[in-house]
């Protein structure tokens, strides 16, 4: 476990269009004090107040993407995958500029932002960095999905999927997250839709910015349109691992437990998370100190400010 919270060393920028939207948007990552938080700067915002705080309070909209503020006024969508990589990487504190109302689908993965992360560099800060540790199960349902939190030594990711189509049909993941997984195992894995489904979605205003360049295409065939193929035999559940990844950063902490989910979204990932920190009995706040020179740290427990960015 990190002992103290992070920001970046340097300020980073990386431009491409919404997959929603199909507009062009330029993105500028830069350092934050500690106790921060992730912020977003909407600019060219209507209103003065133009910062959105990456919380599951300010979640405004669950459909096809995650958004963060009021989907009518100013706001960001899709922002799971670099949510996932902050959280992966254990990035505390990040000031994020953002001239668009979506952050740019890239490749349709986290690999992007994370090489960015990387030019970027992290930094280590003087504020002890502090985890939100599950202490007993909290399970939601939904019709036939259902999701959980089970306590856990670590933080630990197991997600499966189950489609009608042969082409992903039923797919398990499990690991233990840490940096090194994340890069190896689920950064890379894409976004992907349906061909039957692309009309339909533009008639709404949806996947205006979708090609074949940031998602994984299923044809009316069953079979992988993309010339690419898959990334990994199994890229469809690892990108659902991504995205559980990137909406459980919203908590505002890095949680201690398990997550777990059987047909799971964005929706269900909010939900679920809500649903943790609305009881207080099921998890408490804990912050890393050393015991003795050269031994490992211990978790202990400590009192959370009101103001804390994980409560609702």
């Known amino acids: 476990m990190q002992d103290y919270q992070t920001t970046l060393k340097s300020r980073v920028t ?17 350092p934050a004090d500690a106790d921060t938080g992730i912020v977003f700067h909407c600019l060219g915002a209507e209103t003065a107040d133009n910062e959105i705080r990456a919380l599951v309070s300010e979640v405004g909209g669950t459909d096809l993407s995650t958004i963060l503020g009021d989907p009518t006024k100013h706001h960001v969508a899709t922002v799971e995958h670099l949510m996932a990589t902050v959280f992966a990487l254990g990035i505390d504190n990040l000031s994020i500029d953002i001239d668009g109302s979506e952050v740019p689908i890239l490749d349709g993965s986290s690999a992007m932002f994370v090489e960015a992360f990387d030019q970027a560099g992290i930094e280590v800060l003087q504020a002890k960095r502090r985890y939100i540790r599950i202490l007993k199960p909290v399970r939601i349902e939904s019709g036939a999905s259902w999701a959980e939190f089970r306590p856990y030594e670590g933080t630990r990711f197991e997600v499966e999927i189950d489609f009608e189509s042969p082409a992903i049909g039923r797919q398990f993941f ?7 997984m994340f890069r190896s195992e689920v950064s890379r894995a894409r976004t992907f ?9 533009w008639a709404a205003g949806y996947a205006l910015g979708s090609s074949l360049e940031n998602s994984v295409v299923i044809g009316d065939d069953h079979r992988i349109i993309n010339m690419e193929g898959l ?3 199994d890229e469809f559940v690892r990108h659902k691992v991504l995205d559980a990844m990137g909406d459980l950063a919203l908590a505002g902490a890095r949680f201690i437990g398990c997550f777990r989910s059987y047909r799971g979204g964005h929706r269900l990932n909010a939900t679920a998370l809500r649903s943790l920190l609305s009881d207080p009995s099921a998890f408490e706040i804990v912050e890393a ?7 490992s740290a211990e978790l202990t427990a400590v009192n959370a400010p009101v103001h804390a960015p994980w409560m609702l």
């Not at 997959?19 to 990552?29: D, I, L, R």
């Open 14 to 30: 990386l431009s491409g269009v919404g997959v929603h939207s199909g507009k062009p948007v330029t993105v500028q990552f830069g």
């Open 289 to 295: 100190r050393r015991r003795e020179r050269g031994r």
């Open 174 to 180: 499990a690991a233990d997250l840490s940096a090194e």
């Open 193 to 201: 839709g349906f061909m039957k489904d692309v009309e339909r979605l």
């Open 231 to 233: 990334r990994y035999p």
